[in-house]
């Protein structure tokens, strides 16, 4: 506490004396000066221009220093023991007693007047009005001594009476110099918290505007005053001065974000916050942003997302189809999209199982997070476990410096895809369902957990509760993938999306080939209504692709059928494809069992020399050799998925 901080203003010159000793008594800097009323007033406001904040004073001085400033002013209590005081030498006195002053001097001297059994009479004087005029001068006429503050003993000779002072002691003043103390270290604090907030609100890139329960504005930050091109004078305006009275009049109880307004003349994106103290509305905070800056950050963070290939490009949109089941499964896709439940989809391969795992993303919670999809099956056994859940420096030999975030820190916040989630290795579905369980991943080689937040969708096409039965795959983890199930129908049981999934992969595929103008025959229609497509819609677009790709005019006829690879002459297309109702597992060994001629008979033969394993990479190198290398015609062929066949030709 500073000299220059706290005044005593003594209204006569015995308690100056007795604060300046309690001062030194005390060790606390306060200046002491003599002035009552009016002068007290007068000398109270000059000192307001020496850095003056809080005052000390008593009685009727205190009353009116407190009309002429505006900082705390400190009553000097006058307490039991001071009224005491005044009063015991005067007890053997007889005749009536007069107190006259200010209530704050004389309050407690009618019970110790009555303690005494004296006579008396009080006439209290009104704060800002030291008139003695209205006193009584029957009850003066009849009074042998006046007891009082300063006032009376001021008009001691008007009175015609002796008056004793009620003086103020020691405690009294130690008391008030202490709650002076008090006040400036509580000034203190709210400076150093007014300057905290004004740091913090100027430090943010948001321009923030206060205002009152009256709508008045009484803060605003240096971005909001750059924002809207303003200056420090529109503090104490109405706020309907830069906002519509209709933007403030709903927001007293809720908050209201991500409104799109003009402001100034400035689009900007207002959140408004309504300050709430026990249901009662005393404020509102209004936070601004640029909307063309939030605009190029949401594009600067999607491209950063889309070059990373973590972000979704397909929405449930691009799920072609018209027919009960794809509306009854979109349905279904939507409801779960809304929470943060596990999904399995199950289904055949080709079916679009990632394009609904995307566009579920696209509409939920965490659209603006990142999408992570992985192929279980295309990843080797030994590198799986650390892509997943990331690696430590020197975990194993080749392990990249510094370490690797494994795709659940890259999913955090977002949604992560286990594709063929039926191929994991049984002991790291047991990691996997770890992280399920306890929301945090350890990485390989490492020691410490790493919080993640991310909701999973996984894929397969396997039947994981008859691998379960087998003890191929975990029970408990099968259960916690599988809280949400979604099953996507084979081509083949909806035929009837057949023609609007030509007619979507024509028009996506023809302008990109250069052949825009070209349409099928209703002959092809038919015939591609009637196959009954193994391979399911991504089947289907490789053939319309290829027809594209192999027409020489502005039709697709019949005739074209016959390039495409599962109709080995015109023929043959017409026999199969007048069997609708073929086992399509017996159609696709018809169409494709069939190994290209060779000069030589010999050139299929396998050995079967060595270990069950040797002869099975013979054969399948045989296969895929019969097959041009073409790895998806090859797995048909041996009846297993591509990435399984791409799996074992990795393994030593």
Known sequence: ????????????????????????????????????????????????????????????????????????????????????????????????????????????????????????FIYELEEGNDSLQSLNKEELAQTKV???????????????????????????????????????????????????????????????????????????????????????????????????????????????????????????????????????????VVTLQNAQEIQQAEYNIRRKLYHKGLIAKFSLKDFIGDSNSVHLILNQARKYAFTDSSILIQGESGTGKEILAQGIHQVSLRQNGPFVAVNCAALPENLLESELFGYEEGAFTGARKGGKAGLFELAHRGTLFLDEVGELPLHVQARLLRVLQEKEVMRVGGDRVIPVDVRLISATHRR??????????????????????LTVPPLRERKGDIRLLMTKFLHELAPKLGKPKLNFTEEVYQAFENYQWPGNVRELRN???????????????????????????????????????????????????QPPETSDPAENVVSVQGSLNDIEKRVIEKVVQLENHNLTRAARRLGIDRSTLWRKRRQE
């Open 146 to 284: 006046i007891i009082g503050d300063t006032l009376a003993v001021r008009y001691s000779e008007i009175l015609n009476r002796p008056v004793h002072l009620i003086k103020s002691g020691p405690e009294s003043i130690a008391a008030a110099i202490l709650q002076a103390e008090g006040l400036i270290e509580a000034l203190e604090r709210d400076r150093a918290k007014t300057a905290l907030s004004t740091v913090i609100l100027n430090a943010v890139h948001e321009g923030v505007v206060t205002i009152d329960k009256n709508e008045t504005i009484v803060n605003i930050n240096a971005e909001a005053l750059k924002m809207l091109e303003l200056t420090p004078d529109i503090l104490g305006k109405p706020a309907k001065t830069l906002f519509r009275p209709q933007l403030l009049a709903g927001i007293h109880f809720k908050k209201f974000t991500g409104h799109p307004e003009r402001v100034n003349g400035r689009d900007l994106v207002l959140n408004l916050y309504p300050i709430l103290v026990r249901d009662t509305h005393l404020g509102t």
């Open 1 to 120: 506490m500073d000299y220059s901080r706290v005044l005593f203003v003594a209204p006569y010159e015995e308690l100056a004396e007795e604060a300046r000793k309690t001062v030194e008594v005390l060790k606390k800097p306060c200046r002491v000066i003599v002035a009552d009323m009016s002068d007290g007033a007068a000398a109270a406001q000059k000192a307001l221009n020496d850095g003056v904040e809080v005052i000390i004073s008593r009685g009727g001085t205190a009353s009116l220093i407190r009309q002429a400033v505006t900082i705390p002013v400190v009553d000097v209590e006058v307490t039991g023991y001071d009224i005491l005081r005044a009063f015991y030498p005067l007890r053997d006195i007889e005749g009536s007693f007069g107190i006259i002053g200010f209530p704050s001097v004389i309050k407690g001297c009618r019970t110790v007047a009555e303690m005494f059994g004296l006579n008396y």
């Open 543 to 593: 053939c319309v692709e290829k027809l594209i790709v192999l027409s020489e005019t502005d039709l697709i006829l019949p005739e074209s059928l016959m390039a495409v690879s599962f109709i080995k002459n015109q023929n043959e297309s017409a026999h199969l494809l007048d069997r609708p109702h073929q086992n399509p597992e017996s159609q696709q060994k018809a169409l494709f069992s």
């Open 464 to 485: 994981l509760n008859e691998a379960v039965e087998k003890n191929e795959f975990r029970a408990d983890l099968f259960y916690r993938l599988h809280v949400l199930g």
